[in-house]
T-cell receptor, first 111, second 112 residues
């Protein structure tokens, strides 16, 4: 099925570093959602974005809804070990309540 | 937000048998979804289950293989029928509350 282009696929970072990942699409979305999934768990919603240009924070996480409505990014500042996991973006159009998913970004923190 | 309880959390099943996965939501929701996810991969939508109507299946998934029930606004089941090793995967239920989707913890299924 249709997927968003999410990058990078994986990231190896040092604790304390900032992290940035993004998703792009050829289609316009009205909602962007960012999720984190830990091993053995379901995805947990981190941030929801509803308007083009919207910038929203959740603690050390910041996400933006691209002005073209075809992209979004997620930043994590000052990463800590519990940030390890897989991050997914998901987009939605109003005409279809289904979510279109990115392939995920696996975050690994170097010891 | 919505809290979603999914069970079993994992199971090992013999090929040819069927497994029913249950999903309970702590809020009344119109739309529920069932996904399949290979470890480390993205989510693939199996079907949309709205209360009061037949489930809508995505391409590659059929009702005979993945029958779904949606008896009320807080509960749904997915059955994986006549299982084969290729059905080994993580199955996730999801509920839509307002504009946001929430997930159960998943069912890790291994077919031997």
């Amino acid at each position: 099925g249709q997927q968003l282009n999410q990058s990078p696929q994986s990231m190896f970072i040092q604790e304390g570093e900032d992290v940035s990942m993004n998703c792009t699409s050829s289609s316009i979305f009205n909602t962007w959602l960012w999720y984190k999934q830990d091993p053995g768990e379901g995805p947990v919603l981190l941030i929801a974005l509803y308007k083009a240009g919207e910038l929203t924070s959740n603690g050390r996480l910041t996400a933006q809804f691209g002005i073209t409505r075809k992209d979004s990014f997620l930043n994590i500042s000052a990463s800590i070990p519990s940030d390890v996991g897989i991050y997914f973006c998901a987009g939605q159009t109003d005409s279809n309540y289904q979510l279109i998913w990115g392939a995920g970004t696996k975050l690994i923190i170097k010891p | 937000s919505a809290v979603i309880s999914q069970k079993p959390s994992r199971d090992i099943c013999q090929r040819g048998t069927s497994l029913t996965i249950q999903c309970q939501v702590d809020s009344q929701v119109t739309m529920m979804f069932w996904y399949r996810q290979q470890p480390g991969q993205s989510l693939t939508l199996i079907a949309t289950a709205n209360q009061g109507s037949e489930a809508t299946y995505e391409s590659g998934f059929v009702i005979d293989k993945f029958p779904i029930s949606r008896p009320n606004l807080t509960f749904s089941t997915l059955t994986v029928s006549n299982m084969s090793p290729e059905d080994s995967s993580i199955y996730l239920c999801s509920a839509r509350l307002n504009t946001e989707a929430f997930f159960g913890q998943g069912t890790r299924l291994t077919v031997v």
